[in-house]
């Protein structure tokens, strides 16, 4: 079902950029409307200043006016699924909170997991709602 999908996110990881690591992650994010929005890692010297190959593909979709999505592709150079980091399930979460998180890598081959379940009790929008001062 996500096999071409996973594709996607294969050729993605090749535009990697990770001097530092050496660890090379593709995404490939579908919305709703049919686009495919792709990812890789940027590294920096300042190592804090790195992105994920999951916010980059994100960051694209929602600049492009991309709004809703259904799943995103993962694929890294280890030899085992590489699952998003904390930081990208919080941002994934806000944006596809009912979507799949599609993992892949050779030895384990294609992984679906429901976003919600990789973040239960996740912070949401409607997590803010208006609060009086009394609590
Ligand atoms: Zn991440």
């Known amino acids: ?3 071409s999908l ?3 996110a294969k050729k993605a990881r090749n535009m990697a950029y990770c001097p530092y690591s050496h660890f090379a992650v593709g995404a490939a994010l579908l919305a709703k409307d049919g686009r495919i929005f792709t990812g890789c890692n ?3 010297a300042s190592y804090g200043a790195t992105i994920c190959a999951e916010r980059v593909a994100l960051g694209k979709a929602i600049s492009e006016g991309a709004r809703a999505f ?10 085992e699924n590489t699952p998003p980091c904390g930081i990208c399930r919080q941002v994934l979460v806000e944006w596809m909170p009912e979507g799949d ?8 081959g294609i992984q679906v997991e ?6 239960p009790g996740a912070f949401l929008r409607a997590s803010m709602k208006e609060q009086t001062k009394e609590g």
Do not use: Q
């Not at 259904?70 to 030899?79: F, H, R, T, W």
């Not at 429901?114 to 973040?119: D, F, H, K, T």
């Open 1 to 3: 079902m996500y096999e």
């Open 6 to 8: 996973v594709e996607e």
């Open 42 to 44: 940027i590294e920096n």
């Open 70 to 79: 259904v799943a995103i592709a993962i694929v890294s150079s280890a030899e």
């Open 101 to 108: 998180v599609v993992l892949w890598s050779k030895k384990a």
């Open 114 to 119: 429901p976003m919600a379940a990789l973040l």
